[in-house]
Structures are given as C-alpha cells and as structure tokens.
C-alpha cells in the first residue's frame, strides 16, 4: 500500500478565511476565491508559506456525508496537496429546489510547516445542487480548474455513467473510482473497461478496490519467487478467495476479489468461459471452472469466491489460497490475521512449510488517495485485470429479478 508518510495531521483552515453564498455562475465563485486569497494569503500561522501548485482534484459525491468523507481524506494528505480541491455534491437527499442556484463554500486550508518544509495553503470548494440540478455542476467545473495542471476526477458518486460523468471525464486526465461502492459490480467493471479500451490511453483509470489488493498481489508474487516453487505456479488448480461481505454501508470487497482473479487469470494466460455461478449452499458464494495451460496441456482451475463477515478484512480480503495438485504440489495462502497484519504460508512437499507476518494496515479512502494522486501514467496490469474482471462478474441485478 501506500507509505504512511503520505498521510498525516489534517490540514487546518485558515482562521477566518471561509466563504459562503448561492451563486449562479462559476465567475462568482473565482470572484469569491480572489478575495480570499487577497485577504489571507499572506502571512501563514507558522513559518514561510508556499501556495500547492501540483494539480486539480475534482470529486463528485450525492451526499452531504459523502462531501465530509472526501474532505477528510483531502484534508489528510500531507507531501502532496492539490492545488484546488472542488467538492461537486448532488444531493440526493435534498428536495426539489425551485431556484437552480448552486450553494457554495470557500475554505482555503493550510498544512502546518516542518522541519525542512514550508507550511503548504490550498484551496477547497464545495458546490451542492439539488439532484435534479446536477447538470450544473458540469458547466461550473472547467473554468474552476487551474490552467496547466493535471486533472484528477474521484468520482465517489456511486454508479458511472450519465451526462455529468461523460462531460467530466472528457476534462478529466486520471478517473478515480471505487468498485466497492458498488451493489452490482457486473455493469460497472464492463462498463469501465470499455471507457479504457475506448478512451485508448487518453484517460488513465484507477480504483481503490485495485489499490486496496496491491499487498496481497505482492506477497502472491513472492510465493513463486524462490526457482523450486516456480514450477507450482503453471500447476495451479484451486484458486479460493474469501472476500468481506457488503457492510452496514453498502461497500463490498466482491470487485476486489474479481480483480485479484482477474489478475491472475490475465499474468497466467487463463480464459474465462463465461461469468461465475451461483453456489447454493453458500449465499454470496460463486465459482467458476477456468481453463489454463497451453495448447495440448489444457488443465481446469476451480476459481471459488466466499463471503466473510469479517469485520478485520475491512472492505477487503480476508483470506486467498491458491493450491497446486499432481507431480507438482503446494498450498500457497495469504490471511488477514487483524487490520493491522497479514499472514503468509507457503507448503510444499519435500520441502520444509514457511510462515511469516507482515504489516499491511487496512487502508482507509486518505491513504489510498494520496497513493493516486501520485500516479499520472497508465496500469496497464489493472486494465488487463479489469477486462478478464469484467467477464468474470455475476449480473445480480439479473438474478435478483429472476
């Protein structure tokens, strides 16, 4: 996962330097945001000031609560800060509002200096319409991103798609999402695969579902590191996957258990033949029987996701095991032993059984944003796992009508 030291103590506003007001156009907001600056850009709380000039972060939410959550986490970075943090909410809890003004707030937030660091000033701005007024939002969101910086897009507005989602990511030049968020991931991970292939470069993708397994992608990778596990690695069979079952928030680790699968399934050349089943006597249980190996030496691999209500895999994994059976055998696992840690065991025949732990903090939504605010080039390795991903995916919503 990211390095902790990328997140730290909250930035803090700026005493007095806030604004709020319902305006109709984004000219009365820069109006607004230059007179703040004019008033308390000078001298910072402590030691020299530098004003963040790194990029443009946009986030959308439909809620209030989602606008705290991404606050928060913009609040919390502390090596790279962005140079303007625009909050757009479509409240979707909020009723039909006549007058399709957009209220507003202004903060401009400042992370107290270091040793060998100047104190760092941003600013944050919060816009929330009504739902039935979100497209105004787009229209507001381009001339409120500082010329000739990148432009990062989270959207933490749930499902993709739609007139706002295709007007920002057309300005946008990374796309941020979480698949966990989502109670159908089938359409989503398709969806997203075919923004990339479309898109052929021109908008880079990440999900925090992705960046949540990198730990777990790492320690499976070093299993087969040592040259006398190697040959396991081509004689893999059974692949099981325990994911966290949807919380009270509605966030599930289903898509990453997809993504890891699809991980392995694109770096070891497998096929899927269609989308995962239904195993009855597990609800929220699914497998699948890939092919693998090459032509004239196909073998089957039994691919098993499971469900956990496992409060210490957070919104994650709890458990993968990949087992290889025949002249070649061994049991390779990686266990969430508690939100701090993860385990690994390695056991092969004639060989003696290694174990060891190491420390892999479940990572909330500041530390996985920091690690992607800091990543301007394409993962080639996630869009491949996406698309093998994408046609892994149960359609639930099928199900669910069935």
């Known amino acids: 996962m990211a390095s902790t030291n990328v997140v730290g103590a909250a930035a803090r506003p700026v005493p007095g330097a806030t604004w709020r007001g319902r305006v109709h156009d984004a000219t009365a907001i820069s109006v607004a945001l230059n007179r703040l600056w004019a008033q308390f850009g000078g001298e910072p709380s402590a030691g020299a000031q530098a004003r963040a000039s790194t990029l443009n972060l946009t986030v959308v939410t439909r809620s209030r609560r989602g606008a705290g959550h991404a606050i928060d986490a913009v609040t919390r970075l502390s090596n790279l800060y962005p140079s303007r943090a625009t909050i757009l909410v479509a409240n979707h809890e909020r009723g039909t509002d006549a007058d399709p003004g957009l209220d507003v707030e202004i903060t401009l937030l400042e992370q107290a200096a270091t040793r060998g660091r100047l104190a760092v000033r941003f600013e944050c701005i919060t816009v929330e319409v009504s739902a039935e007024n979100e497209q105004q939002l787009a229209s507001i969101t381009s001339p409120l991103l500082v010329a000739d910086l990148p432009d990062f897009l989270w959207w933490a507005g749930g499902d993709t798609g739609g007139d706002l989602f295709d007007d920002l990511t057309a300005i946008t030049d990374r796309l941020i999402v979480d698949t966990a968020t989502i109670a159908a991931p089938s359409g989503e991970l398709t969806r997203l695969s075919a923004l990339v292939r479309r898109e052929e470069g021109n908008l880079r993708l990440s999900d925090f579902a992705w960046a949540r397994i990198k730990p777990w992608r790492h320690l499976v990778t070093q299993f087969f590191d040592p040259p006398a596990c190697r040959p396991a690695l081509h004689a893999i069979d059974n692949v099981a996957i325990v994911y966290r079952a949807a919380d009270v928030a509605g966030k599930s680790a289903l898509s990453g258990a997809l993504l890891l699968a699809g991980w392995l399934g694109s770096r070891l050349g497998w096929q899927a033949p269609g989308e995962l089943v239904p195993i009855r006597s597990t609800p929220g249980g699914w497998r699948a029987t890939l092919r693998a190996g090459e032509r004239g030496r196909r073998r089957e691999t039994l691919l098993t996701l499971l469900p956990t209500a496992n409060p210490a895999a957070g919104c994650c994994l709890e458990r993968v095991t990949l087992s290889a059976q025949g002249i070649v055998s061994g049991v390779f696992r990686v266990e ?63 199900m669910e009508h069935a």
């Open 336 to 398: 969430r032993t508690d939100r701090l840690g993860l385990t690994t065991t390695s056991e092969m025949a004639k060989m003696t059984p290694i174990s060891r732990g190491i420390f892999a903090p479940v990572a909330d939504e500041a530390v996985l944003l920091a690690a992607e605010l800091q990543v301007f080039g394409r993962d080639l390795v996630y869009e491949a796992a996406l698309a093998f991903a994408a046609v892994l995916a149960p359609d639930l919503a099928t």
